[in-house]
T-cell receptor
Framework: GQQLNQNPQSMFIQEGEDVSMNCTSS?????WLWYKQDPGEGPVLLIA?????ELTSNGRLTAQFGITRKDSFLNISASIPSDVGIYFC??????????????FGKGTHLIIQP | GAVVSQHPSRVICKSGTSVKIECRSL??????MFWYRQFPKQSLMLMAT?????????EQGVEKDKFLINHASLTLSTLTVTSAHPEDSSFYIC??????????????FGSGTRLTVV
């Protein structure tokens, strides 16, 4: 099946630092999404990417959809304590017309040291 | 914004019993909902796609007789874990894709159900 390779698995950073994480795949995806999940909660959508090469920002977050539709990165600038959590990339397959569920990466666990 | 409400948030049941989890779309209609399972410190894995008025589509390796899905209306999908065993203990999350004339608003997730089978 389709797989998303997400890196890094975990990050230990100082408050105020910038963060960068990425996902790659051997498959092409129609839509690429970035989610944040807090313990015991469902994922919350951060950024959705629909077009190849698309660069989108949401506050301190910036994400880009690779031109080949096989990769994406998420950057967080000037990290703050509430950024702590697990970040997942997720892709919606090229086929299916929206009827397919998402394939998730394994997550990046962000830990911020004061 | 569109909200998917999932209940219960936590449930503890005895081995051999059945548990029903509900997923409701509060302010939109969802012809398709998705059910995921997440084991501790792991990613979300798609279990099945729930289709209103028709049979659910299950991912490879997911037992359809064990995980019963019913999508009887455009706002409600249920997942029933039948004859639950300790290995079924997990975090179950539902999701719906929001499509309207205004565009594609992506996938919204419920808050999840923590199932513990003792």
């Amino acid at each position: 099946g389709q797989q998303l390779n997400q890196n890094p698995q975990s990050m230990f950073i100082q408050e105020g630092e910038d963060v960068s994480m990425n996902c790659t795949s051997s498959s092409i995806f129609n839509t690429w999404l970035w989610y944040k999940q807090d313990p015991g909660e469902g994922p919350v959508l951060l950024i959705a990417l629909y077009k190849a090469g698309e660069l989108t920002s949401n506050g301190r977050l910036t994400a880009q959809f690779g031109i080949t539709r096989k990769d994406s990165f998420l950057n967080i600038s000037a990290s703050i304590p509430s950024d702590v959590g697990i970040y997942f990339c997720a892709g919606q397959p090229m086929e299916g017309g929206g009827a397919d569920g998402l394939t998730f990466g394994k997550g990046t666990h962000l830990i911020i040291q004061p | 914004g569109a909200v998917v409400s999932q209940h219960p948030s936590r449930v503890i049941c005895k081995s051999g019993t059945s548990v029903k989890i509900e997923c409701r779309s509060l302010d939109f209609q969802a012809t398709t909902m998705f059910w995921y399972r997440q084991f501790p410190k792991q990613s979300l894995m798609l279990m099945a796609t729930s289709n209103e008025g028709s049979k659910a589509t299950y991912e490879q390796g997911v037992e359809k007789d064990k995980f019963l899905i019913n999508h009887a209306s455009l706002t409600l999908s249920t997942l029933t874990v039948t004859s639950a065993h300790p290995e079924d203990s997990s975090f179950y999350i539902c999701s719906a894709r929001i499509l309207s004339q205004g565009g594609d608003y992506g996938y919204t997730f419920g808050s999840g159900t923590r199932l513990t089978v003792v």
